[in-house]
């Protein structure tokens, strides 16, 4: 899988004129001590490359302070403490070269369109500054305003034209549409249209956001749960055929879909001939899986029953893990050193 992004001449003169324009904003745009961070002793072209790395601007974390005052945020305390010195250090112990980053659940969407579409801007921004003050250090997975269809397409537009984004990271529902809901598809249409790259991270939805099941993180269940039901909605409802160009990836090694009654009838004889091209199993092993939550030996040993190891990309789900620890697990999940290789670069 190769990342990149192109564009015309003018779009890419604007894109370098933004972030030339962003230089004096930069110190007091970063949270404190982000702009003094020393660069990473991990040489080009030798460390790892995570696609699954959180950040959270200080625009972000106050409006989802403001939400969390009404009903609980999954996750608050972390993003009020997070830093960018404090990102760059765990990368270098974790010998992550280069992270892609992405914004987690809640994500930007709480009700109201205006306020969606200003946050997903903001967060865009804050990340272009990241990876221009940073450079080599951070790639960029767009967020998007769904469900507003309109403003997506529009900062699809400003993402990858204006700032040059590596793609873009959306959440696995919004508003209890998955994503694979027919309202979506001109969004599919254009990222098929761009050859993106898309990833995927597991949100709860509405019914089971926080205290569904009392005393049981939705950590535990939902979140992997509502991935498959996007999967599901994916595969079975045509989108991931109709858009072959994107290459995806899916958090947490797919989450519980290996559970599901998506794939029965595979037999050892299927599993190890090449999938029908018109087969459920044919999309599940073009997809993309990060290993975030999924470091040991069951996640790895079903994942390496079902797709082969070029569809497994390191992640490490920072600030709540790090990614020295998710290495560790990876390490005694039985993978061979060629996997491994693959798994923390080769893949990327």
Known sequence: MTLHTSCHHD??????????????LAASALLPGAAGAAQAAVGPGSGRIDFHHHYFSPAWVRLV??????????????FKIWTIAQDLEAMDRGNVEKAFLSVTQPGVW???????????????????????????????FAVLPLPDVDATLREIEYAFDTLGADGVGLLSSYDDKWLGDKSFAPVWAE???????????????????????PGILPTFIELGSDLARAMVSMVQGGTAKATPAIRYIWSHGGGSIWAQRFLVGESTASLAREAPADSRLYQFRRFFYDTAAAADAIHMGILKLVVPPTQIVFGSDFPWVEPVKIAAGLESSGLTPQDLQAVYRDNA
């Not at 205006?114 to 960029?140: C, V």
């Open 11 to 24: 779009a890419c003169h604007g894109r370098r004129h933004f972030i030339g324009s962003l230089g004096a």
């Open 110 to 140: 709480f009700g109201d369109a205006a306020e969606t579409r200003t946050a997903a801007r903001e967060l865009n921004e804050f990340a272009a500054r990241m990876k221009s003050d940073h450079r080599g250090r951070y790639g960029q």
């Open 191 to 213: 990222l098929n249209r761009r050859k993106a790259v898309v990833y995927i991270h597991a949100t709860a939805p509405g019914c089971c956001s926080w205290d569904f099941q």
């Open 65 to 78: 302070e403001s939400k969390h005052r009404i009903k609980p945020v999954l996750g608050f305390d972390q």
